[in-house]
């Protein structure tokens, strides 16, 4: 499995892409992010080893909790055009993290480390020219280590919740570490958040590129910033339909129309104009913490998933994916208890998620879109967050 990342910024875009061959003795991660100048590239390598097939679960990865705000820029602005590296810290066990600075020649810079594959910062222009921080995060890796909400690491091995903590494949029930309630959550106890990964500065002609990878073994973990909330956002989710979640916020099986109800997002709507209402789904959500079934044709690559535009500083945010749904997550359960960059704490609903993936529960679900991995097939996925802005 592979997977790339591509920014670009005439407007600046994000790009996550997965590959995965379906391996017996084990599975290489890539993640790769890279920052073009003035059009969008990805850099793409595939390989995989397959030793013995055997039909298995696909474990999706996506970048998670990438929680968008209007932070203040933190800190120094490196060299224009550069990737800087620097020590950010050290593990509990010791071994040293690094963070990765790649910034390019106007000066929009995103800050990596390769604990977790933390976007740390992602700094981009409003419509004055003027930089600031729109991702949630911490100053070291410390504040990773000790993180519970996932902020802007990767995912996995399968994004979302599993219930029960449990799935069976091929007539044998496999069992996963429980850290959400009695369900598994992004991965379980030490997912791929809480992964040191490899770091690799690559070679680019068009802008600044980085490679992280990471080998996650065959059967790996199957154990038995702030200046306001983001209630005025408008949002666009391209979905007529999402699936409704039960007092553990497991989807129910259901797929429910928007129309008429609070989930409605098919025209610009501000994020908080009806996130208090008397409705039971946002009750046991706290919030919007749901997934939304996305408008998609067959055969066709990427397509528009959401997009966001912040009316004071005029930024505005893209995702556009290949996979089937979306997870809109409103930071229902941000207490304003543990602080972030620059010692700010992050109050309840002071950012937002928006998480391309299969639909939470999968493996229990007969009737979502199967995550199932048969011998010979691969799972390739692309995500891309396009920032661009607004006059």
């Not at 040191?196 to 038995?224: C, F, M, N, R, V």
Request: with cysteine; glycine share 12%; charged share 20%.
């Amino acid at each position: 499995m592979a997977a790339v990342a591509g920014v670009d910024f005439g407007t600046l875009s994000v790009r996550v892409s997965t590959r995965r061959v379906n391996n017996f003795a084990s599975e290489t991660v890539l993640h790769q992010v890279k920052l073009p100048e003035l059009r969008r590239a990805a850099l793409r390598k595939t390989f995989g080893r397959g030793i013995r097939m055997k039909r298995m679960l696909l474990f999706a990865i996506f970048t998670g909790a990438l929680l968008m705000t209007t932070l203040a820029p933190i800190g120094a602005t490196p060299q224009p055009g550069s990737t800087t590296k620097k020590s950010f810290g050290k593990t509990p066990d010791g071994q040293a993290v690094d963070l990765y600075v790649l910034t390019n020649k106007t000066g929009a810079e995103v800050s990596i480390t390769n604990y977790g594959g933390a976007v740390v910062s992602l700094k981009v222009p409003d419509r004055n020219g003027k930089l600031a921080d729109v991702v949630l995060g911490y100053d070291t890796a410390d504040g990773y280590v000790n993180d519970k909400a996932y902020f802007g690491a990767i995912v996995g091995r399968y994004g979302n919740r599993i219930a029960h903590a449990q799935f069976v494949l091929d007539g044998k029930t496999y069992a996963l570490a429980k850290n959400n309630g009695e369900n598994t959550l992004h991965g379980g106890v030490k997912g791929f958040n809480k992964a040191l990964w490899t770091a690799k500065i690559l070679p680019a002609k068009d802008g600044q590129s980085l490679e992280l990878s990471y080998l996650s073994k065959d059967g790996e973990d199957l154990a038995g910033q702030g200046s306001g909330d983001i209630l005025g956002h408008l949002l666009t989710i391209q979905a007529d339909k999402f699936t409704p979640v039960d007092a553990a916020l497991i989807p129910t099986g259901e797929l429910r129309d928007v129309a008429g109800t609070p989930f409605d997002f098919r025209k610009p709507t501000a994020i908080g104009v009806r996130i208090d209402q008397d409705d039971e789904q946002l009750k046991l959500g706290g919030g919007y913490d749901h997934n939304y079934v996305l408008r998609r044709s067959a055969g066709v690559g990427e397509s528009l998933a959401a997009r966001v535009v912040e009316p004071g500083s005029g930024r505005a945010l893209e995702v556009w994916t290949t996979e089937p749904g979306v997870q809109f997550y409103t930071g229902n359960f941000l207490d304003g208890k543990t602080p972030g960059k620059g010692g700010v704490p992050y109050p309840r609903r002071n950012a937002f998620c928006l998480e391309t993936q299969h639909y939470p529960d999968s493996p229990n679900q007969p009737k979502f879109p199967s995550v199932i991995l048969n011998p010979g097939e691969r799972y390739h996925t692309i995500t891309t967050y396009k920032f661009s802005v607004e006059k």
